[in-house]
């Protein structure tokens, strides 16, 4: 799935976009937006499918991105379970929202369903961030329309994600990733992740090769976010929020 990403740095919001054709940008089909907040010593990602109504206690809340002090580990929190049965976290900061319900018979909260941690690049090595994400994906073979028919999935499992390396460039003298043709400004932002060989079960993913969510700058505030199953749209975008912000030990 191609989408790209709008950022607005005046109100710290964030806009998702699923592209219409093959351009970088387009019109696009509004899917997710996010908006930054500061929570104490926490920043904290609010996201919503209402791009007007990016505030605590929306209505249209689908989930959140919380993460510590220094901004290099994160936990992404969904609306509705993840699998049946699962239970809300029930932390301070994990308290409910009210949100729009896919499934009348399930109540809303906060589930944990991944995170995303960053290394600390003490040698301050050249290259992209070093990250890794553990994201708890549906098991089965259901399409994506059997998904949105019935959220409640049966059983889930953790798919775990890492930034693949990249590889040196003689000519141009520095580290790169081939984004073919998606990303075209170089930035420490952009990524692709993987799984690692031998991890991926039962998705057949893991040959460290098969990129499952790549993220790149193309303009000052203009992202490309592309994604394959089994990760979601929701998923990748929170995976991707986590990029922005400065990271000075990591980078």
């Known amino acids: 799935m191609h989408c790209f990403i709008r950022r607005n740095k005046k109100n710290s919001t964030f806009y998702l976009y699923l592209s219409l054709t093959q351009a970088l940008t387009d019109k696009g089909k509004f899917l997710l937006a996010a908006r930054r907040f500061r929570n104490g010593a926490h920043t904290e990602y609010i996201i919503s499918y209402d791009c007007d109504d990016l505030f605590p206690g929306s209505n249209s809340y689908v989930g959140k991105l919380r993460s510590d002090f220094l901004g290099t580990k994160f936990v992404v929190y969904d609306s509705q379970p993840p699998y049946d049965g699962a239970k809300p976290s029930r932390n301070q900061s994990s308290r409910r929202f009210a949100s729009k319900q896919i499934n009348p018979n399930v109540s809303g909260g906060n589930y944990e369903v991944g995170q995303v941690s960053y290394k600390f690049n003490f040698l301050k090595s050249r290259g992209p961030r070093r990250m890794q994400c553990s994201i708890q994906c549906p098991v089965g073979q259901n399409t994506a ?51 690692p060989a031998g991890t991926s079960d039962p998705w057949g993913v893991g040959d460290e090769e098969t990129v499952i969510l790549q993220f790149g700058k193309i303009e000052d505030d203009a992202f490309t976010m592309d994604y394959r199953q089994p990760l979601s749209a929701f998923q990748a975008f929170a995976i991707c929020l986590t990029s922005f912000g400065t990271k000075l030990a990591c980078e």
């Open 145 to 195: 329309s059997d998904q949105l028919k019935d959220k409640q999935l049966s059983t889930s499992s953790s798919l775990v994600l890492r930034n693949k390396a990249p590889r040196w460039h003689e000519h141009l003298q520095c580290w790169c990733l081939n984004f073919h043709g998606r990303v075209t400004v170089a930035s420490v932002k952009n990524f692709q992740l993987v799984a």
